[in-house]
């Protein structure tokens, strides 16, 4: 399984930004996917996930209300909106995909990791 992150930039605070995973191989339909970022000097942490159907998602609370997680499957591919940025949302973010279909927020649970891509915030 490959994953492909793709819209990452630099936005002024309060601005948009939309980013996208591409996923090859194996069945993306059964995979819960998932958003995870590390900031400067952090671990890596859990944004949003969601499950194989799209009907079960979870965000961390600090980007509740501001993100959304959504998938596509006759594209491949899982979205993460993201608006009202904010200069503590710069980080690299990560798409991480399961083997399984169940959504869970730990790093250890995803076995498929793209390369990152940069999000930067400027206040």
């Known amino acids: 399984v490959q994953l492909v992150e793709s819209g990452g930039g630099l936005v002024q605070a309060g601005g948009s930004l939309r980013l996208s995973c591409a996923a090859s191989?194996?069945?993306?339909?059964?995979?819960?996917m998932g958003w995870f970022r590390r900031a400067p000097g952090k671990e890596r942490e859990f944004v949003a996930v969601i499950n194989y159907s799209g009907g079960r998602i979870y965000y961390a609370d600090s980007v509740k209300g501001r993100f959304t997680i959504s998938r596509d499957d006759a594209k491949n591919t899982v979205y993460l909106q993201m608006l009202s940025l904010q200069p503590e949302d710069t980080a690299v973010y990560y798409c991480a995909a399961r083997t399984g279909p169940t959504a869970t927020t730990l790093n250890k649970d995803y076995n498929y990791w793209g390369q990152g891509t940069q999000v930067t915030v400027s206040s």
């Open positions: 191989g194996g069945t993306f339909s059964s995979r819960a």
